[in-house]
C-alpha cells in the first residue's frame, strides 16, 4: 500500500484547505484510514479517522466542527477538508492507512502505512 498526500499550502485565518491522500496497491487490505499532523518539536498527533466504507468517522476535539473527512472510493482517495482554519492548525499532515479494526484509532501506532507529509500554514 502506498499513500500520497497533497493539498497543503499557505493559507488566511479563517480559509479553507482540503488535502487529499491518494492510495495505491492492495487497497482490498485496507480496514481504515487516518490524518495525523505534526509541528517541530511535538508528538505526531490524531486529526480524523475513517473506516474504509465511508460511514464511521472520528475526530480530534480540537478539529471538530471544523474539518470533515471523507472517502471517495472510486478514486482510492481520501479527503480532509479543514475550515475555519487557526494559526495552531499549522502542521505537516501525514496520511496513514490502518489494515486492521482497533480501537485505538486515534494512536500513531494503530497504523501501518504513512503518506510523506504535506505541510499546511495558517497565517493570522
Known amino acids: 500500500v502506498q499513500l500520497q498526500a497533497f493539498g497543503g499550502g499557505l493559507v488566511q485565518a479563517g480559509g479553507s484547505l482540503r488535502l487529499s491522500c491518494a492510495v495505491s496497491?492492495?487497497?482490498?487490505?485496507?480496514?481504515?484510514m487516518g490524518w495525523f499532523r505534526q509541528t517541530p518539536g511535538k508528538e505526531r498527533e490524531f486529526v480524523a479517522h475513517?473506516?474504509?466504507?465511508?460511514?464511521?468517522?472520528y475526530y480530534a476535539d480540537s478539529v471538530k466542527g471544523r474539518f470533515t473527512i471523507s472517502r471517495v472510493s472510486a478514486k482510492n482517495t481520501v479527503y480532509l477538508q479543514m475550515n475555519s482554519l487557526k494559526p495552531e492548525d499549522t502542521a505537516v499532515y501525514y496520511c496513514?492507512?490502518?489494515?486492521?479494526?482497533?480501537?485505538?484509532?486515534?494512536?500513531?501506532?494503530?497504523?501501518?502505512?504513512w503518506g510523506q507529509g504535506t505541510l499546511v500554514t495558517v497565517s493570522s
Open positions: 496513514a492507512a490502518d489494515r486492521e479494526y482497533g480501537s485505538r484509532w486515534y494512536e500513531r501506532g494503530e497504523y501501518d502505512y
Open positions: 475513517i473506516n474504509w466504507s465511508g460511514d464511521s468517522t
Open positions: 496497491g492492495s487497497t482490498f487490505s485496507i480496514y481504515a
